[in-house]
């Protein structure tokens, strides 16, 4: 028991310079009880930049076109060397990318099922404004998955407080290996060299083609601590 214990202690990095790993066991807690949506994601991050990063995702369908189909992927991201799907069951790899859609009217965009997690209101209003239809809301960095592949182009959150950087640095990492971009509401990259957060509660996460049109969308008066993903 001493030996467990002192494992999880070393869980208490305070992150900033320097080199480390960093691991969110069950991204998705509520997703995981339901037997729904959740990831283990796992990162190593070098003076603020992420140079590989996983996620996996047991119960996400492996063909984004099958809902009902195959069910277990793991995302990977290498720095400069791009983003790869991993069937859990076959451990075919394959690589993805970011969709191809440079109208935001016509792409979907994804966000958190939990309202608490993120204003699904304010959500609303930019898609509004973009003329988008209605999200794909699931739990976890998943969410960045399907960014990653192609199956939405855009995941908003919009929090009240700073994001955890287990909480982003895997799935944001992955999102721009596929060609992606993923920036606070001034369009600025984000930084994981701030300890344990990455210092902002507004980013999102896009296939990049749209970005602007989204950062255009946001009120420019809008708290840049608020957050989008």
């Known amino acids: 028991m001493d030996e467990v214990l002192g494992a999880l202690d070393r869980g208490n990095h305070p ?43 047991p119960n996400l369908p492996v063909d984004a076109a099958l809902p009902d189909g195959e069910k277990g992927c793991i995302f990977v991201g290498v720095a400069e060397q791009g983003a790869s799907q991993i069937n859990i069951a076959t451990g075919k790899e394959f690589p993805i990318c970011v969709s191809s859609s440079s109208d935001a009217s016509s792409a979907t965009y994804v966000e958190s099922l939990e309202s608490s ?11 509004g404004a973009l003329r988008m239809g209605p999200p794909i809301r ?14 939405a182009s855009l995941y908003l959150r919009i929090s009240k407080t700073p994001q955890y950087i287990w909480d982003i640095a895997a799935g944001a990492m992955i999102v721009e ?28 996460a896009s296939n990049g083609r749209i970005h602007d049109q989204v950062l255009a969308a946001c009120s420019p008066s809008e708290d840049s601590s608020l957050c989008f993903v």
Do not use: Y
């Open 138 to 151: 699931m739990d976890s960095q998943c969410k960045f998955g399907v960014v990653a592949r192609g199956q």
């Open 15 to 57: 992150g900033g310079e320097g080199t480390f790993w960093v691991l969110d066991p069950i991204d998705g807690t509520k997703g995981f009880l339901r037997q729904e949506q959740f990831a283990v994601c796992l990162c190593l991050i070098e003076n603020g930049r992420v140079l590989v990063a996983a996620l996996g995702c």
């Open 177 to 204: 290996e596929a060609g992606g971009r993923v920036t606070d509401l001034s369009g600025k990259p984000l930084q994981f060299s701030l300890g344990r957060t990455v210092g902002t509660a507004a980013l999102f």
């Open 117 to 127: 997690h993120s204003s699904h209101g304010r959500h609303a209003e930019i898609a």
